[in-house]
């Protein structure tokens, strides 16, 4: 992601890609930090709740309930 960012930082999905990977490595309060940090008027507070929602049903699906926990606290309004 990082290599990617470096080529192109206004790819959405990478950026938020990129802070979901701090909220499960490092935790709820630094992984809000990290979507604070993206919202722009492309990555709405809105969207990203809507866009870590749907991660965090992904997560559960595949069995990483803390991971996905960690993700809607860091992206809920």
């Known amino acids: 992601l990082n290599k990617q960012l470096q080529r192109a930082p206004e ?5 938020f890609l990129q802070a979901a ?5 490092d935790g709820v309060k630094k992984g809000r930090r990290a979507f604070n940090e993206i919202k ?15 991660l ?16 809607k606290k860091a992206t809920s309004g």
Not at 11 to 15: C, L, N, V
């Open 56 to 71: 965090a049903k992904t997560l559960t699906r595949a069995g990483r309930l803390k991971n996905a926990t960690n993700i």
């Open 40 to 54: 722009d008027d492309v990555l709405s507070a809105e969207v990203i709740t809507i866009a870590g929602e749907e």
């Open 11 to 15: 790819y959405q999905a990478a950026r």
């Open 21 to 25: 990977a701090i909220c499960c490595r």
